[in-house]
Every structure is written in structure tokens, then in C-alpha cells.
């Protein structure tokens, strides 16, 4: 099974409008994290937002905030009022451990077009 | 203060030769994460070190290995290159391990023909 799954390979929102970008995971590590992250085409990844797996609130950033359901395995990413430079790709990561060595696994990402 | 500065930022390496890159992370981070990107098999997680010590490690084979100098610049290395490893290599630093409020250098981009 996939570790992280992202099943929009392609998004157009227009200019304003909230999105929802989808992340769905699989562990047994009761301690992991959930992150994503923006690529712009530039290349250049930037950290977005973190959601622990004992966290009881959904984390919130600015415009950017994470949906977290934790017993259907679902860390979506929303963003609020979205804006030209939202275009980018988008990648949900898991942070889990096996036997003591943490690893950061991807999703395939989401390319999200804002259309003015 | 500085970003993270990744060197150089292309590269363009022959099958079988060995290649090394550079990491200089954000000034009092103490975690440096290298990843690989590839339109085949996305983006990877390599190895991430701390203080000096590799702490944690992705699923790649012994050719692919890392160091952290007491100043906390990386060097990541690939010994006889393949046609595969042509990739986008991105390094990121944070004050801790766990990869959380990380933040990433441009990237160097390798090619090997």
C-alpha cells in the first residue's frame, strides 16, 4: 500500500476561491507527522505546515491550514482565499519510525493552477 | 540571514565517475535533510545528520552517502554514477531533527551522461 497518497494530479481554482488540496496516509508508527510542502517552479521547496499525530488541534498558518481526521487517515491541506502565487506544486509528507530510524516519505504531488 | 546555499547549482557528470555536492544550512541550524527528485520516482528522502552524526536514512543503496562538518555544512557524495541518479538533489536545514520547520536551498541539478 502507499505510505502517502495524493490522488489530484491537476487543480485549476480560480483567483479568490478556497482550496482543497487531498492527502490520505498509511503507518502503524502511533508517532508520525504529516507536512507539506510548495514547489513553485522555480524548484525551490518551502515548508508549509506541520500537523503531529498527538495533536488535537488542526494546525493553522496564515491562509494555509491542515484538515486533520485522523481515523480516516486524511491530512488535506486548505487554503483560504487563494492567490496567483498559490501555483505551484504541492507535496504531503509522513515523518514515521521503523525500528528507531525516521523516514520522510512523499506523496506525487498536486499541481494547482490559480486562474485569474 | 542567509538562506540555505546549495553548490553548485548544475552539474554534469559521466556514468561511472563520483560526484559531490555541498550544503551550508541557515546560520545556527544544527540539521541538515538531503532528498532526491525525479520525474520518475518523485521526490525521495536520502539521509538526514545532525550534530554531526547521520540520524536518520532513506532507502538508498551504499553509493549514496553523506558528512556534517562541526560547522554544519554538508557534503553529500555519489560514488560511480548511474544514468538514474540524474536527478534534482535538495538539501534543507532546520534547528532539530524531525524535519519539521525546515527550510530548503535551490537545489543542484545533476546530469549524467
Known amino acids: 500500500a502507499q505510505k502517502i497518497t495524493q490522488t489530484q494530479p491537476g487543480m485549476f481554482v480560480q483567483e479568490k476561491e478556497a482550496v482543497t488540496l487531498d492527502c490520505t496516509y498509511d503507518?502503524?508508527?502511533?508517532?508520525?507527522?504529516l507536512f507539506w510542502y510548495k514547489q513553485p517552479s522555480s524548484g525551490e521547496m518551502i515548508f508549509l505546515i506541520y500537523?503531529?499525530?498527538?495533536?488535537?488541534q488542526n494546525a493553522t498558518e496564515g491562509r494555509y491550514s491542515l484538515n486533520f481526521q485522523k481515523a480516516r487517515k486524511s491530512a488535506n491541506l486548505v487554503i483560504s482565499a487563494s492567490q496567483l502565487g498559490d501555483s505551484a506544486m504541492y507535496f504531503c509528507?509522513?515523518?514515521?519510525?521503523?525500528?528507531?530510524?525516521?523516514?520522510?516519505?512523499f506523496g506525487t504531488g498536486t499541481r494547482l493552477t490559480i486562474i485569474p | 540571514k542567509a538562506g540555505v546555499t546549495q553548490t553548485p547549482r548544475y552539474l554534469i557528470k559521466t556514468r561511472g565517475q563520483q560526484v559531490t555536492l555541498s550544503c551550508s544550512p541557515i546560520?545556527?541550524?544544527?540539521?541538515v535533510s538531503w532528498y532526491q527528485q525525479t520525474p520518475g520516482q518523485g521526490l525521495q528522502f536520502l539521509f538526514e545528520?545532525?550534530?554531526?552524526?547521520?540520524?536518520n536514512k532513506g532507502n538508498f543503496p551504499g553509493r549514496f552517502s553523506g558528512r556534517q562538518f562541526s560547522n554544519s555544512r554538508s557534503e553529500m557524495n555519489v560514488s560511480t554514477l548511474e544514468l538514474g541518479d540524474s536527478a534534482l538533489y535538495l538539501c534543507?536545514?532546520?534547528?532539530?531533527?524531525?524535519?519539521?520547520?525546515?527550510?530548503f536551498g535551490q537545489g543542484t541539478r545533476l546530469t549524467v551522461v
Open positions: 534543507a536545514s532546520s534547528l532539530g531533527t524531525g524535519f519539521a520547520e525546515a527550510f
Open positions: 503507518t502503524s508508527d502511533p508517532s508520525y507527522g
Open positions: 500537523q503531529g499525530s498527538y495533536d488535537q
Open positions: 509528507a509522513m515523518r514515521e519510525r521503523e525500528r528507531g530510524n525516521e523516514k520522510l516519505t
Open positions: 546560520s545556527g541550524h544544527r540539521s
Open positions: 545528520y545532525f550534530s554531526e552524526t547521520q540520524r
